[in-house]
């Protein structure tokens, strides 16, 4: 009889070989799924995608699944937010496992990550109880590492950076950004004009919207560049502006991006040692500012901004460290 190890030592060859040319991301998830369920012959073997801020039920082999599954949800939504791999050796003492088929007794899920972002997870149940270990975790994250490249969607994030004028020259300069617009973003009032904001009454933040490549350039490298833009020990001031108006803060869309800002904030604070003043929260409100606020530096190139020269030198030339798949 050969052991796990032989199996799989064979099965990760079988799809190497079987994934080396294939670049349609269905088809390899399909084949996959085969190889996985005739090796083990494990109850349920399939794929499920990130599609639209949920997982969508993807190739599997096996009886009926659910269809859709929400972000933190059940073991495979778990695995999504906490993007790692989960072995659940008695699915009953999983809380909130999602009981597709009452058959399934454990379970293991291993996140699909790409350019950072979790774009698919594998998931995989078995008729007995604690079928998945340490050797099925390690063997199946290396098996998804050979799936073809995902199409990613252009994702967004919204940064306030005190005042944006200079915020949106410095953050359109980054490689990989393909949009910027600044405006005023998580405030109580609606439609604020500039000169509402400026009275510091309306609770809105001059904020940078930025669309991105996330093949290009991941977010964490994105936070990572807004951080040296800022002060963010600093409440309510960044350089000599002050107010409310020009905190600072992440705002999100995506729940998914927020272990993300989590991570990169917690390392930024270890380097000052004290809690950082960024608002992180998700976008409630965001304004476009008028045009007359829209790329200002670039037509006023001797305007007012509160970031040094230098800054701008760093972005253009800026690359991203975390690109490496
Ligand atoms: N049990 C999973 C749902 C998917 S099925 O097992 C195919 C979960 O709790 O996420």
Same mark, same amino acid.
């Given at each position: 009889?050969i052991?796990?190890?032989? !199996?799989?030592?064979?099965?990760? @060859?079988?799809?190497?070989?079987?994934? #080396?040319?294939?670049?349609?991301?269905? $088809?390899?998830?399909?084949?996959?799924?085969?190889?996985? *369920?005739?090796?083990?012959r494990?109850?349920?073997?399939?794929?499920?995608?990130?599609?639209?801020?949920?997982?969508?039920?993807?190739?599997?082999?096996?009886?009926v699944?659910?269809? *859709?599954i929400?972000? =933190?949800?059940?073991?495979? =939504?778990?695995a999504?937010?906490?993007?790692?791999?989960?072995?659940?050796?008695?699915?009953?003492?999983?809380?909130?496992h999602?009981?597709?088929? #009452?058959?399934?007794?454990?379970?293991?899920?291993?996140?699909?990550?790409? *350019?950072?972002?979790?774009v698919a997870?594998?998931?995989?149940?078995?008729?007995?109880?604690?079928?998945?270990?340490?050797?099925? !975790?390690?063997?199946?994250?290396?098996?998804?590492?050979?799936?073809p490249?995902?199409?990613?969607?252009?994702s967004?994030?919204?940064?306030?950076a005190?005042?944006?004028?200079?915020a949106?020259k410095?953050? @359109?300069?980054?490689?990989g950004?393909t949009?910027?617009?600044? =405006?005023f $973003?998580?405030?109580?009032?609606?439609?604020?004009?500039?000169?509402?904001?400026?009275t510091?009454?309306?609770?809105?933040?001059?904020?940078?919207?930025?669309?991105?490549?996330?093949?290009?350039?991941?977010?964490?490298?994105?936070?990572?560049?807004?951080? @040296?833009?800022?002060?963010?020990?600093?409440?309510?001031?960044?350089g000599?502006?002050?107010?409310?108006r020009?905190?600072?803060?992440?705002?999100?869309?995506?729940?998914?991006?927020?272990?993300?800002?989590?991570?990169?904030?917690?390392e930024?604070? !270890?380097?000052?040692?004290?809690?950082?003043?960024?608002e992180?929260?998700p976008?409630?409100?965001?304004?476009?500012?008028?045009?007359? *606020?829209?790329?200002?530096?670039?037509?006023?190139? #001797? =305007?007012?901004?509160?970031?040094?020269i230098?800054?701008?030198?760093?972005?253009? @030339? $800026?690359?991203?460290?975390?690109k490496s798949?």
């Open positions: 009889m052991n796990k190890t032989e !199996k799989y030592t064979l099965l990760a @060859k079988q799809i190497e070989s079987l994934l #080396s040319d294939e670049k349609d991301t269905i $088809a390899a998830m399909a084949n996959v799924a085969a190889l996985i *369920h005739d090796t083990f494990f109850w349920w073997t399939g794929f499920y995608r990130v599609i639209d801020g949920e997982l969508l039920l993807g190739p599997f082999q096996g009886p699944a659910c269809m *859709h929400g972000y =933190g949800k059940g073991v495979c =939504g778990t999504w937010k906490e993007r790692r791999s989960i072995v659940v050796p008695d699915v009953e003492q999983f809380p909130g999602i009981a597709c088929s #009452s058959e399934s007794r454990s379970e293991i899920v291993v996140p699909v990550i790409q *350019h950072d972002r979790v997870v594998l998931d995989i149940d078995s008729r007995e109880l604690g079928t998945f270990d340490e050797i099925d !975790k390690e063997w199946l994250e290396k098996i998804v590492l050979s799936l490249a995902f199409n990613l969607p252009e967004e994030i919204f940064l306030a005190g005042c944006f004028w200079g949106e410095y953050l @359109k300069l980054i490689e950004v949009f910027t617009e600044v =405006g $973003a998580n405030g109580n009032t609606d439609n604020p004009t500039y000169k509402e904001v400026y510091d009454q309306t609770g809105y933040a001059e904020t940078v919207h930025l669309r991105y490549n996330p093949t290009i350039v991941s977010l964490r490298f994105l936070l990572e560049m807004y951080l @040296k833009a800022i002060d963010p020990t600093s409440l309510n001031k960044q000599e502006d002050e107010g409310t020009y905190r600072t803060g992440i705002y999100y869309n995506d729940p998914a991006d927020l272990p993300i800002v989590d991570d990169v904030v917690a930024e604070a !270890k380097k000052y040692g004290l809690p950082l003043q960024v992180v929260e976008l409630r409100n965001f304004y476009p500012a008028d045009e007359y *606020h829209q790329d200002y530096l670039d037509k006023n190139p #001797s =305007g007012y901004c509160h970031l040094p230098a800054l701008f030198e760093l972005a253009r @030339k $800026a690359k991203d460290p975390h798949n």
